[in-house]
């Protein structure tokens, strides 16, 4: 069974600061997918890194996926109150038919 | 493009009663998932559908639920009867292809069961 720890679990910041957030795993993924979901909706697709050692960036999002795909991080720069959401890491693996394993999330809290 | 929908968006029924939740894809998914969130825990998978063949239900959690996706169109998941444990989100989500592309998700639905 495939596992990803994902912390923190819950981050509580001021505006301005930058965080980041871990997914580690003992498996590898062909792919990890990261989502932000708001109270009362499903996740939404951020981002989806595939190749080791990939960086992708949202705005002031930077998405990493770690060489050997085991492993993924999320960095916020100067965090606004607008991000305040769960975030969501989430592997999928071709020889699992690429369904989802998901980290426990994120709950990101950014004050004025 | 209209989202993934499902629905109810809450259920709350007595213990030993059924329950159906209904998901429509995306039209022309032909890869549809459930996965169900329970409280304290990790979004977990349930099955996976491509167009009307159930794919992979390694996830199901045992023979009280039963899912189909006749003509390959929208999706039904049935609890029958339910039990305290089956509480929790309800998730769809859909995808055109299989792959590393990521998934569209409903708005869930939260299911009670007291």
Known sequence: TQLLEQSPQFLSIQEGENLTVYCNSSSVFSSLQWYRQEPGEGPVLLVTVVTGGEVKKLKRLTFQFGDARKDSSLHITAAQPGDTGHYLCAGANRGSNYKLTFGKGTLLTVNP | ?114
């Open chain 2, 1 to 114: 493009e209209a989202g993934v929908t499902q629905f109810p968006s809450h259920s709350v029924i007595e213990k030993g009663q059924t329950v159906t939740l209904r998901c429509d894809p995306i039209s022309g998914h032909d890869n549809l998932y459930w996965y169900r969130r329970v409280m304290g825990k990790e979004i977990k998978f349930l099955l996976h559908f491509v167009k009307e063949s159930k794919q992979d239900e390694s996830g199901m959690p045992n023979n009280r639920f039963l899912a189909e996706r006749t003509g390959g169109t929208y999706s039904t998941l049935k609890v029958q009867p339910a039990e305290l444990e089956d509480s929790g989100v309800y998730f769809c989500a859909s995808s055109q292809y299989r792959g590393d592309y990521g998934y569209t998700f409903g708005s869930g639905t939260r299911l009670t069961v007291v």
